[in-house]
């Protein structure tokens, strides 16, 4: 069958057609189709059988950016990336990936698991819930998939073909230009708080320092080729409930450097971090939030790093390479992960610095501050958060520790109340 | 026409096929062919009208390493590479790529321009002979290819696409193993002269200092998608007289870091410096002639980052992007040159150590050494070169300046007569 739009009308008689759903719905009259994507870039159904209970989500990608339409053509190849980089995640690191059901590049179409009991972890951190396996899931998700789809695993060969596999020209043109470049520039895509001075978009905008630093930062984005990585794992793209943590959309996979990834994590909390100091900031609840936020965050670089280090000794005991087998070769191997890590801490500081100001000042916003009405207190947060993400990437390779980020952030806090 | 291993026999038979040479020779019947190649990896042939003098080079690639026969099976891609990057880099650099007159991916032939009147430049190091435009030349090359193939100067689009067709799977991992790995271990690959102590393999073998510097170079190699580069830019690599230098035999390109090709220049011109100080060491021809090699590499270094920041700049200035568009721009885009430049400087210094340190550990041995046959001497010789290379890449980002690295040529060469 060639490639055809579906609809909330045509939906049901395409499930019929496919044997997976035949094993999964005993009762196609019984099943309801709602619309549910939030409409930005692909069209998602939830399909469910009000009988049995049992329900998927189907995805389809149009060869448009479907919140614009026609006018703005991309390629459905990224439903083929999507596809694999599930696959791939889910075979690295299956309890944080959904079960896929039944996957077409003809049709563009994934169906997968119905996250039902699950929400954005965006939204729930601006209502300020508390996930207390969060930094436990996540950096388990990064641990597994970060070292396992990279030369520190796989085989030269293998990776070099995922390399080209992941090849995701469009999706990373549109990451080059609208989080490394136009936010950095004084450029006609972008869309400013009318409350943010002048001053703090020209800290950004025409500062050597920074312009260089994120240079460096674009370019590594573009050639460091390190593992497959999601390319878009702010916390919009996190499921969560109390129990377990789901990644999803991973249309922006490609290989490239894994503190692109961590760091989107971390830049996103942070935003979340600064936002809540504004909401309700004199709470008890807001300051209790805020020291969760931040305990999350530590504990996201410094499960993430054990983590790594882990598998990598794992795998390094499990081989037959000669590398380090010799006397004081494992201690050896010890320093090198150590400066391993060392790197990719650096890059995950500068990339979530990029993230950050790109969020303040490119033409993507989240709603963590851009949906404060008072503008006035909007841009106090932004002006935070450009004031900590300028020093991040300039002065990325001196922090030594996550605490010392963290303590950056509650010093750049002009908003912060939490004391000790 | 299927694949044909052709012979000096089957060869002109070949060519009468072939319209560009019929245009390029008038008289078949008097034509004559020698076969020149090293016989290492393909089949090499010379064409000549005696009557005329026109001659050409004739490449085949066979399914096999050609030195050790179709026990050892690798594929004839290789070719396919070999033709594409020498388009390319002839397209960048004409002046230093020979002309290519017909190509065949079917037959894994390329007929390209007789360097009649050029030798390999190793051998004429060897015999000392001096190239005062060598440093020039190479330097254009370098410059050319690298600046110009790089997402510097390519569009995002176009270097992704070049980066998947120039996927050179099993070419790089004869890199990863023979320059990266092997030399660096207790591998049975290994050749050492038996006279180089225990103590000067063990230096580089059980140094926790130096496997963890060249476990990071070979992630760099592996990772870092900076440009098109040669691959095996070597001396052996590299045809020269008195006014024409010629870069030969790209069968290894592939998007590489770029310090990978300046670090196999310097690095081989290093090895012939140390060779030197022992091939009548005492004599004036010898002291100016080691002279003459470590001005040469202050040469390279010096002009190829002059004109890499020229060809940057010039680009920058009839390009359209906003992003150094401000008062003072130009001058942080001029600092971000220089941070760049500083980092390629410090990767040219950690590869040409690991490949100085394959030469004299690995299989592969280069005649600037190994044809000496007094082994002691060159037992000297050889752990001279892995002095300095140990030190240069556990050191490479501490060096501000190539006299820097001269200075420690010169320090560390126990054979060395030259003062002040």
């Known amino acids: 069958m060639s490639y055809q739009i579906l609809s909330a009308q045509t939906v049901i008689d395409y499930l019929t057609t496919l044997p997976a759903m035949q ?30 209970g049992q ?34 995640a889910k075979k690295y690191s299956p309890a944080h990936v959904p079960n896929i059901y039944y996957s077409s590049t003809e049709q563009s179409v994934v169906i997968m698991q119905d996250l039902a009991d699950h929400a954005i972890l965006r939204g729930q951190l601006i209502q300020g819930t508390v996930f207390p396996n969060f930094a436990n899931h996540i950096s388990t998700y990064m641990a597994d998939t970060l070292f396992g789809t990279s030369d520190l695993h796989m085989t030269s060969e293998d990776k070099k073909q995922c390399v080209v596999k992941f090849t995701n020209t469009d999706l990373c043109k549109l990451s080059e230009d609208f989080v490394f470049t136009h936010p950095f520039e004084d450029n ?18 025409k ?19 390190q593992a497959l990585i999601h390319g878009d794992l702010h916390t ?25 990834d961590v760091g989107a994590v971390i830049g996103n909390l942070y935003i979340a971090y600064f936002s809540h100091a504004y909401l309700s900031h004199a709470s008890q609840d807001s300051i209790d939030y805020r020291a969760w936020l931040l305990d999350t965050i530590e504990q996201i670089w410094t499960q993430f790093s054990d983590k790594f280090t882990t598998r990598w000794l794992e795998h390094e005991t499990q081989s ?9 070769g494992i201690d050896d191997l010890k320093v090198y992960i150590n400066s391993y890590l060392s790197d990719l801490f650096a890059d995950t500081i500068g990339f979530a610095a990029c993230k950050m100001m790109r969020r303040v000042l490119g033409i993507a916003k989240v709603a963590d501050f851009a949906d404060i009405t008072d503008l006035d207190a909007r841009a106090n947060i932004e002006t935070n958060i450009i004031n900590m993400a300028t020093h991040m990437v300039v002065n990325r390779s001196k922090f030594n520790t ?19």
Not at 34 to 51: A, C, L, P, T
Not at 68 to 73: D, N
Not at 217 to 225: E, L, Y
Not at 242 to 251: G, H, L
């Open 320 to 328: 037959e390479q000669l590398q380090w087998q010799y006397d004081n």
């Open 207 to 225: 500062n050597g320092a920074v312009k260089v630093a994120v240079s460096q930062m674009r370019h590594k984005f573009m050639n460091n080729a």
């Open 55 to 88: 329900s998927v989500i189907l995805k389809q990608a149009v060869p448009y950016l479907r919140c614009v339409g026609e006018s703005f053509p991309l390629s459905r190849h990224r439903m083929n990336i999507e596809i694999m980089a599930l696959e791939t």
């Open 402 to 420: 996550i605490d010392e980020l963290n303590a950056l952030a509650k010093e750049t806090n002009t908003l912060e109340k939490i004391t000790g």
């Open 23 to 52: 094993a999964l719905f005993s009762d196609f009259a019984a099943l309801t189709v709602e619309e549910i994507g939030d409409g930005n870039v692909n069209f998602v159904y939830r399909i469910k059988d009000n009988n049995s």
């Open 236 to 260: 919009g793209s996190i499921m969560t409930n109390q129990t377990e943590t789901y990644v999803i959309d991973p249309e922006f996979a490609f290989y490239g450097p894994m503190g692109f």
């Open 188 to 205: 006609a895509n972008n869309n400013y708080n009318p409350k943010l001075p002048q001053t703090a978009i020209d800290k950004v905008q």
